[in-house]
């Protein structure tokens, strides 16, 4: 697989995020902004493919009723081969609750800054563009970020927690919106997420896991 996979995987995605701004009390202003950054993306080269544990036991086709992300994510298992996957970051010895996150979760960078970009990667400057996938009955701690984030729901059910709201069940085709520096945590039950994630401001900035 070459370039091309890579930007069919970009147009399917800009047609779920389409579809889904449509819908009552979506966040429409960032929606917008996500499709544009993401339709000015260029893949070039070839795939520098690596494989990934978590992937490779959790993403699995499904036939799901949303048609957009039932869509998506036939793309994503038919591209996955061609992706560099990357585990959760390291360095959290001490940390039990990281370390079971990190074990069974993995995502890749579709564009990004440089630092991010192999292969096919687009390079980009405004806009982060990745797939995640999070094994069943895992957590990903509280964590924050200055940049702006809509995640999509592609497969599973999980339980998503926004600042101080309660735990709230989300399903494909939901859009989640995580304001600049808004603390967030993502949990599984009994299925696998797998989700497309978008940063629209700030994406060099780091990622710090909250404690407090």
């Not at 998506?72 to 390291?90: C, K, M, R």
């Not at 059910?157 to 919106?177: C, H, M, Q, S, T």
């Amino acid at each position: 697989m070459t370039a091309a996979s890579y930007r069919s995987l970009t147009e399917l995605s800009a047609i779920a995020w389409r579809a889904a701004a449509a819908q009552p009390f979506s966040p429409r202003a960032e929606i917008e902004t996500a499709v544009n950054l993401l339709g000015g993306l260029t893949f070039t080269g070839q795939a520098l493919p690596t494989s990934h544990g978590a992937v490779e036991r959790y993403l699995k086709p499904r036939d799901l009723r949303h048609p957009h992300a039932n869509a998506l994510l036939g793309a994503l298992v038919e591209t996955a081969p061609a992706i560099d996957w990357i585990g959760g970051q390291s360095g959290y010895g001490g940390e039990p609750d990281m370390q079971a996150f990190c074990a069974n979760y993995a995502f890749c960078a579709l564009a990004g800054p440089a630092g991010w970009a192999r292969g096919c990667s687009a390079v980009s400057d405004k806009v982060g563009f990745n797939f995640t996938v999070q094994g069943p009955n895992v957590t990903y701690p509280d964590h924050a970020h200055k940049a702006i984030e809509l995640y999509y729901v592609v497969s599973g059910k999980a339980l998503w927690k926004r600042g101080g709201e309660p735990w709230v069940e989300r399903y494909p085709g939901d859009v989640i919106l995580h304001t600049a520096g808004m603390r967030h945590a993502m949990k599984t039950t009994d299925e696998p997420l797998v989700a497309m994630a978008v940063w629209i401001s700030d994406i060099n900035s780091g990622l710090v896991v909250v404690r407090a």
